[in-house]
């Protein structure tokens, strides 16, 4: 039987370069975009695309019948620092668009569902620096709360009903083709684009807040793993811990200086996207990713930092 893919929040910074790559591997058609948004022109043009709100269930069971998916992605979400800024309809948007999918993956007897989750579920008490997997999760924004609850209630999902539900615990991402969403580490991002456009860039975190990040490519190729993976393979059926590699704003701005030499680095007053950042891990153990999917990223620092430069001067 050959699969239907539906992708929820397909307009997103992971959305766009999602079902590009889903649509190249299952056919163009084989794989339906779908955001409360109008698409850019590689979706629009490339398969099929319907609007859809995440909390409208009538749509989505319109779509469920229409579609009838072998998989579904949910990538619909506000994000860290958005989410700050209106914390109900963060709340209603990450949660109760999930459940809204969870019950319809069973009515429809739906063989997969993917669901994001993030390090923003981590908080103040977790341990810094090589995070397990199990350990405390106290999270202080209202994403990472919805993030949380989230992870318990797939693993609800899949023990009460069997739901093959998946899910990677996303670090902070770094793409030159979508602009980014809203996120605390955001800032890995703009860096780039201003080192090109002025040689200068003014952060929002301090000098030595180190955080998780991860290029654009390996976090698309790991959840494409994820979902391929036989599921006898899976045992986290909450969210698997997922690390690239970390950085400083400091130690990202002297690999910058390799290709820009006269590049300034400056620091902006307080921003409360640094307090968030600061409850968060340096760095992430991701050892049952890597011994129940084999995931293994391919850019580390300098690689990423080539390919982004590559990209963004086209």
């Known amino acids: 039987m050959s699969e239907k893919i539906v992708v929820l929040g397909s307009n997103g910074q992971i959305g766009t370069e999602l ?169 890995a991002i703009h860096i780039f684009h201003d080192a090109l456009k002025k040689a200068s860039y003014a952060s929002f975190l301090s000098a030595e807040t180190e955080l998780p990040m991860m290029y654009m490519d390996d976090a698309i190729r790991g959840t494409i793993e994820l979902m391929d993976a036989p599921a006898a393979q899976i045992s986290i059926r909450s969210s698997y811990n997922f690390a690239g590699v970390s950085f400083t704003p400091e130690v990202l701005a002297a690999e910058i200086r390799n290709h820009i030499p006269d590049f300034k680095l400056t620091y902006t007053a307080y921003d409360p996207r640094q307090e968030i950042a600061g409850s968060w891990p340096r760095s992430i153990d991701d050892q049952f990713a890597t011994r129940d999917w084999g995931w293994k990223p391919e850019f580390d620092l300098a690689k990423m930092t080539i390919d982004m430069f590559k990209n963004l001067k086209k």
């Open 19 to 187: 079902v590009m790559a889903l649509r190249k591997t299952y056919g163009e058609d084989n794989v339906i975009a779908c955001d409360i948004r109008r698409p850019d022109y590689d979706i629009k043009n490339s398969g099929p695309f319907e609007f859809v709100n995440v909390l409208d269930k009538e749509i989505l069971n319109a779509i469920f019948t229409k579609y009838k998916p072998t998989q579904v992605y949910l990538l619909a979400a506000l994000l860290s620092a958005t989410g700050e800024q209106n914390p109900k309809l963060a709340w209603d948007l990450n949660m109760n668009g999930l459940l809204n999918i969870l019950d319809l993956a069973i009515i429809y007897k739906t063989a997969k569902v993917y669901w994001p989750s993030s390090i923003a579920v981590f908080g103040p008490n977790s341990p810094k620096d090589q995070t397990e997997q199990f350990c405390v999760m106290d999270p202080n924004t209202v994403y990472g709360i919805s993030k949380l609850a989230g992870e318990r209630w797939c693993e609800y999902y899949f023990q009460k009903f069997g739901l093959d539900v998946r899910s990677i615990r996303y670090p902070g991402l770094i793409s030159w083709k979508a602009a980014p969403g809203g996120g605390t580490t955001d800032y």
